[in-house]
Every structure is written in C-alpha cells, then in structure tokens.
C-alpha cells in the first residue's frame, strides 16, 4: 500500500522569507502523481501546485515550487518571499496513475508566518 | 465556475443518532469522493463514485455508514447509529474523470458527537 509521512508537524517562517516543507512518500508504482494542498482555517482545501512522476522538471507555480527527487521517494514544497495569507496545514497526497484513483494524504504540517 | 457545495457546515449529535450529509459537486464532474478527516490527521478516502457507481468504499464501515449518489450528480452521506470516533470533518471532492484529473474539495462538514 502507498504510504505518505510528513515529518515536520509544525514549521514557521518569517514574513517575506524561504520555507521547506519534507515529503517522502512509498510505492512500487512508477506511473504516479504527487500533489501539495493547502487547508486554511475555514477548511477548504486548495491544491497549490501538482507533479506528474514521468516529468523530471519540477513544478512551479509563482512562489511555490518542488523538490521532486524520484530515486529518493521525496517531494518536498519550497515557499518563496513568504506572505501572511500562506498560514495554514500543507498535506502532501500521492495518487496512482490511470484514472480514478484516490488521493493517499500525509498528516500535515501547520504553517506559522510571524510578520 | 461554482465551487464543491456541501451542507451542514456543522452538526453537533448524540451517539446512537443518525446523521445525513449531503454534497453537490461542480457541475459536469463524473467522480465525487467522501473523504473523513480526523482532527490532526490527513483526510482518508471513505467512498468514490464514478457517475453513480461505486469505484472504492474499502474503507467505508459499512454497517454504520452509507452513501449513494442517484443520477450521478449530488451525493449524501449517512451514518446511521453514529459513534463517538465518527467526529470528524467530512469532506466532498469530485473531478472531471480524466486521466490526469484534480480533485476539487468543499468546505467540508464538522461533525461532532457527544
């Protein structure tokens, strides 16, 4: 079975300044796709950025970019120039290739930014 | 483009009551997920639909739990008798059904049971 651990429960940044979020992840899969979500307070959760296991160029999406270490079962999540509004748990989910497959979350990691 | 609807956002019950969920997805997605959160831990798939069948519920208890999906758009969610360990959030998702699909979440609903 796939398993997704997030090792850092909680992290905190300084407004303004870099934060690395750590995901490993297990499978025997080789088609697959990792994912990082964002869940504010009010609980909606919002994908931040995808990364489709075939491609080797690690995603980015304006401030939020990956660490996509293939050999190594990791997928880490970079936020650059860190704003107030980026305070919030960070899941990591993997989801196997094909079509219809559930997504397998990690337990999170709580986001502080101090201005 | 109208988001993932789910209704109660909060439901506050007794053990041994039973309670319904219910959400409607985003207008034109074929797949909807109920995914349960327990507080300080990832959400964890319950049930996939694909249109109105039923693709996973591996996880589902289903002596307490329910869900259908008629018509293959909006879904409930039942528990039926509910239990102290239920208290959770309750998520709805859906996607288009694609091969490289992403799934879009509601609000979800806060259950808790006393």
């Known amino acids: 079975a796939q398993t997704v651990t997030q090792s850092q429960p909680e992290m905190s940044v300084q407004e303004a300044e870099t934060v690395t979020l750590s995901c490993t992840y297990d499978t025997s899969e080789s088609d697959y796709y990792l994912f990082w979500y964002k869940q504010p307070p009010s609980r909606q959760m919002i994908l931040v950025i995808r990364q489709e296991a075939y491609k080797q160029q690690n995603a980015t999406e304006n401030r939020f970019s990956v660490n996509f270490q293939k050999a190594a079962k990791s997928f880490s999540l970079k936020i650059s120039d860190s704003q107030l509004g980026d305070a919030a748990m960070y899941f990591c989910a993997y989801r196997k290739g094909g079509s219809n497959y559930k997504l397998t979350f990690g337990k999170g990691t709580l986001l502080t930014v101090n201005p | 483009e109208a988001g993932v609807a789910q209704s109660p956002r909060y439901k506050i019950i007794e053990k041994r009551q039973s309670v319904a969920f219910w959400c409607n997805p985003i207008s034109g997605h074929a797949t909807l997920y109920w995914y349960q959160q327990i507080l300080g831990q990832g959400p964890k798939l319950l049930i996939q639909?694909?249109?109105?069948?039923?693709?996973?519920d591996s996880q589902l208890p289903k002596d307490r739990f329910s869900a259908e999906r008629l018509k293959g758009v909006d879904s409930t969610l039942k528990i039926q008798p509910a239990k102290l360990e239920d208290s959770a959030v309750y998520l709805c998702a859906s996607s288009p059904g694609l091969v490289q699909e992403t799934q879009y979440f509601g609000p979800g609903t806060r259950l808790l049971v006393l």
């Open positions: 639909f694909q249109n109105n069948g039923v693709v996973d």
